[in-house]
């Protein structure tokens, strides 16, 4: 079956390290996405990217990076600079850049501080 | 620029009761409308769509029509089960755009 999946389930992070979270796409996809969702709270755009080797800053990209050097790939580094991490992080893909195309997401990764 | 304002939650409700949660959305042009549903630890599923005024878009005895009149996305579903207890998140997205707006979430909890 076609779709996404995030690795690892959880996550856990030192002080000063750098972690990266996984997210793969079998569904011949353009486009890919991540949000930060914390506790009781919607979702907040961090990257996306609508095609290989280019990628966009969303609405809270300090302290995350990411690249997309395959099309099924769109791993995202929370780098030691993003003081909060610790939250439940969804990636999603879509078809293409129309307007009626919903995104599809994965199951997420919680990340939490050690 | 775009939005989407849900009603706050969470709404409680008992088995079999009927089910409205309220979404209402601000955008140029004649945007997609979409309903998630997040259980419990896991991502979003797309729960309906619906892609030009007066659709309704339908799945698992959910319903939403699309309003341009009211600019309205109103979720309802006749009879609720204890198992559609999640979070549901009504978004829209603009025609030749990249993004999705999503509104804040609304937690529905059923009981028996």
């Known amino acids: 079956d076609g779709g996404i999946t995030q690795s690892p389930k959880y996550l856990f992070r030192k002080e000063g390290q750098n972690v990266t979270l996984s997210c793969e796409q079998n569904?011949?996809?353009?486009?890919m996405y991540w949000y930060r969702q914390d506790p009781g709270q919607g979702l907040r755009l961090i990257y996306y990217?609508?095609?290989?080797?280019?990628?966009q800053k969303g609405d809270i990209a300090e302290g995350y990076s990411v690249s997309r050097e395959k099309k099924e790939s769109f791993p995202l580094t929370v780098t030691s600079a993003q003081k909060n991490p610790t939250a439940f992080y969804l990636c999603?893909?879509?078809?293409?850049?129309?307007?009626?195309?919903?995104?599809?997401f994965g199951d997420g990764t919680r990340l939490s501080i050690l | 620029g775009d939005s989407v304002t849900q009603m706050e939650g969470p709404v409680t409700l008992s088995e079999e009761a009927f089910l409205t949660i309220n979404c209402t959305y601000t955008?140029?042009?004649?945007?997609?409308l979409f309903w998630y549903v997040q259980y419990p630890g896991e991502g979003l599923q797309l729960l309906l769509k619906?892609?030009?005024?007066?659709d309704k878009g339908s799945n698992k005895g959910f319903e939403a029509t699309y309003r341009k009149e009211t600019t309205s996305f109103h979720l309802e579903k006749g009879s609720v089960q204890v198992s559609d207890s999640a979070v549901y998140f009504c978004?829209?997205?603009?025609?030749?755009?990249?993004?999705?707006?999503f509104g804040t979430g609304t937690r529905l909890q059923v009981f028996p």
């Open positions: 569904l011949n996809h353009d486009a």
């Open positions: 978004a829209l997205s603009g025609y030749n755009t990249d993004k999705l707006i």
């Open positions: 619906a892609t030009k005024a007066d």
């Open positions: 955008a140029t042009g004649y945007p997609s």
């Open positions: 999603a893909s879509r078809l293409q850049i129309s307007g009626n195309q919903p995104q599809h």
């Open positions: 990217s609508q095609i290989v080797n280019d990628f």
